[in-house]
C-alpha cells in the first residue's frame, strides 16, 4: 500500500508540472493565436477556460453517480471516498464555471447575472452538491453517511443532463442553441485547436485535484481508524 501511495505521489507531482505547462502554452494560445473573436470581442476569450471547466464539473458528478452506485451495490466504504472525492471536485469546477460565465456575460450581456435557463439550472446543480457536503457534515456514522450521500449523489445527477440541453428544452434564455453539420467544430480552425488545448490543460488540471482529493480521503480514514484504535 506504501509503494502504491509513494507512486501516487509521484504520477500527480508529474502531473502537476504538466498541468503548468499545458496552462502556459494554452494561454499563449489564447491571446497570441486564436483570433480576436469579431462580435464579442476580447471577453470571449473566457470561453477557452469557462467551457472545459463546465465540461469538467460534468465529470465530477459523473464519477460521484457511478461510485454511489457501487457503494448501494456492494456497501463498501472505498467507493464512497471516490464519490466525495468527485463531488468535491465537481463543486469546485461548478463554482469556477458560474464564476468564469459571470465575468464573461458582463460585458457581453451587461450583467454579471440572470435566470437564463442553463445558468439557472447551473445554480442549482451548485446548491445540490453543496447540499451533498453539508449532508455528510451532519452524519458521524460512516455507514449511514455513505449511504445518505449515495442516495443524493444518484439523485442528484439528474439536473447534470438537465444543465446541458436546457438550451434546448427552454426557448427562452441568453445561451444560443447552436446548430452546425456534423464533424463541423462551429468556430475558426485556430479557435478550434486552442479550445482543445485548453480542454486538454483543465482535463489534467482535473485529475491532480482529483486524485489529491482522493488521496486526503484515504488518509483521513485511516487517522480516523487509529483514533478509534487508540480510543479503545
Known sequence: MNFIRRNIAVVTGALTVLAAVMMTISIYLIFFYAPVEKVMGLPQKIFYFHAPI?????????ITFVSSIGYLWTSSL????FAVSGAHTGLLFI?????TGMLWGKPIWGAY???DPRLTTSFIM??????????????????IRAKYSAVMGVIGFADVPLVHYSVKLWSRGLHPVI???????GM????FSTFKVCVITIFILFVVVFIQRVRYE??????EHLKAVDGQ
Open 78 to 81: 472505498h467507493w464512497d471516498r
Open 113 to 115: 447575472w440572470t435566470w
Open 95 to 99: 463554482a469556477l464555471t458560474l464564476i
Open 179 to 185: 446548430e452546425r453539420a456534423p464533424g463541423d467544430p
Open 54 to 62: 463546465a465540461i469538467m464539473c460534468y465529470v465530477g458528478f459523473f
Open 188 to 191: 475558426d480552425p485556430a479557435m
Open 218 to 223: 484515504f488518509i483521513k480514514c485511516d487517522i
Open 126 to 143: 451548485w446548491l445540490i452538491y453543496a447540499g451533498y457536503m453539508v449532508l455528510r457534515s451532519q452524519v458521524d456514522d460512516e455507514y
